[in-house]
């Protein structure tokens, strides 16, 4: 029973303390950071990224998607890691060692770039679709009208007389 405990709150301790810990700190809070707290936001900042590489990745090759990112959002997450190594750097001037933090964020900067970068090429792949959906949409009310059509002649029941049973009859001869 106390090893159970125990590996609960090790548990709970491994999983929620840093999900607590890991957020984007405001600039106040960056300049006061410590080295743990950064690495957290650094990690966080991984974890979006990896997210969006997913979202992109799911979206290539395919012309009917949208990412789940825009690029005012990922410019905004560029932006604030820029922020991020700009403050880093001056600290690292004024004596603190962060150079593995600030390695962590320069790393995650060039995947947000590189991110930014396939973004603009799938919405390239993304536009020229969007210009033909309107001829798709004619298209598709075309083909809906004819279904329509052929959906209403299919409503009227043949007369008895000319319904054919006889290909059923080898089944009803295998089911008994």
Known sequence: MRVIRSLTILL???????AVMARILTGDEVSRADATALTAEADLFRSIGMGIALS????EGQDACTPSVNEGELQSLIDTLNERIDSLVERQEGGENLADVLTAYVNQRENYLR???????LSEEIAPAEEAAP?????AEVF?????????EAEEEPPAEELDFTIFEDVDEEVQ
């Open 144 to 152: 809906v009208e004819e279904e329509e059509a052929v959906a209403g």
């Open 56 to 59: 992109l990745a799911q979206c």
């Open 115 to 121: 991110y930014k970068e396939k973004l603009e090429v």
């Open 135 to 139: 001829e798709m949409v004619e298209e």
């Open 12 to 18: 709970i301790t491994c999983l929620i303390v840093p």
